[in-house]
């Protein structure tokens, strides 16, 4: 399989976050500012199809979008296209109410063949990396001759899996984004614009940040990541939230060491709004 990233492409040099306006009166109350408004999503939607279709000039794509949050990009993405192509869709979400949180599942299968052809994976948003990197493994399994990859945003500072899109529509800043598709809650997917969601409406998660040390740096393939964990989590919840999303990390399971702060701390301890978790290797020889 030929993979071509965004720098061996020379494509989706992504714009930068233009400046923040005011959310429109009906929506104060929920939306502390407006990214993007409509002229500048449908511009660069414009000139992401632009890339692409000089990239495909014969056409002969097959584009997978990911349900539901690209409801709206792809319907605008595809209208600009003047290209042969076909459209499919695939489902994959986080499991988040059994045993293994972290663990993605696919809640819509592919309809079209996609066997030595040439796929253009289209995301919302490219956060951690884990979602889209387990869709493209999933094409490249079913048999995808080529596939890249295109997002209407990137979250790039909160990337745990190594990965890069090959057309990005704008970076976004490390703060809850709604709209144009994107949802909390399965609300706010309507919206025509891209907001900052007010910390108030979302502000019952509980916020923690993982630190890992040593190989388990490595192991996890980022030093620290935030995790958002239902209020009143305890730490035992947080470690299987943790080896959900870092599969890694499970064979060390019953040897790692995690402290909350500097203290280590048992299974039921509840943790708190910006607490600090560690996770470290077994001491050598101690
Ligand atoms: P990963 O971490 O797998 O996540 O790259 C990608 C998915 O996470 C969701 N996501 C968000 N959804 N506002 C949203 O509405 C956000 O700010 C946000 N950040 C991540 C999204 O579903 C995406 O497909």
Redesign the pocket.
């Known amino acids: 399989m030929d993979m071509v990233s965004a720098n061996e492409a020379g494509r989706g040099v992504p714009r930068a976050v233009p400046r923040l306006g005011a959310a429109p009166k009906a929506w104060a109350g929920h939306i502390e500012s407006v990214l993007l408004d409509q002229g500048q999503i449908q511009a660069r939607v414009a000139e992401l199809a632009a890339q692409i279709e000089e990239d495909y000039p014969r056409g002969d794509l097959t584009i997978v979008s990911?349900l539901n949050?690209t409801v709206m990009f792809i319907a605008d993405l595809v209208r600009h296209l003047p290209i042969p192509l076909r459209l499919d869709f695939m489902g994959?979400s986080?499991y988040r109410d059994g045993t293994d949180p972290g663990e993605?599942v696919f809640t819509r299968d592919l309809k079209l063949d996609v066997s030595g052809r040439d796929v253009l994976l289209v995301?919302?948003?490219?956060?951690?990396?884990?979602?889209?990197?387990?869709a493209r493994e999933k094409l490249v399994e079913l048999g995808a001759r080529r596939v890249r990859l295109c997002v209407f945003?990137d979250?790039k500072e909160?990337?745990?899996?190594p990965l890069e899109a090959d057309y990005v529509g704008f970076l976004?800043p490390d703060?809850?984004?709604?709209g144009y598709g994107?949802?909390?809650q399965e609300q706010?997917r309507h919206l025509p614009f891209v907001g900052i969601?007010r910390p108030s409406i979302h502000s019952s998660a509980l916020r923690v940040e993982v630190l890992f040390h040593s190989y388990f740096k490595e192991l996890a393939g980022c030093g620290r990541v935030a995790v958002d964990l239902e209020p009143g989590a305890t730490l035992a919840e947080l470690r299987a939230h943790v080896l959900g999303l870092f599969p890694k990390l499970r064979p060390m399971e019953r040897s790692f060491l995690v402290a909350v702060g500097v203290d280590y701390q048992p299974g039921e301890h509840q943790l708190q709004p910006g607490d600090e978790v560690s996770f470290f290797p077994p001491v050598q020889g101690g």
Not at 158 to 161: D, F, P
């Open positions: 990911l949050g994959v986080s993605l995301d919302d948003i490219l956060d951690t990396g884990r979602t889209l990197a387990r945003l979250k909160r990337r745990a899996t976004a703060a809850f984004v709604v994107l949802d909390y706010y969601l």
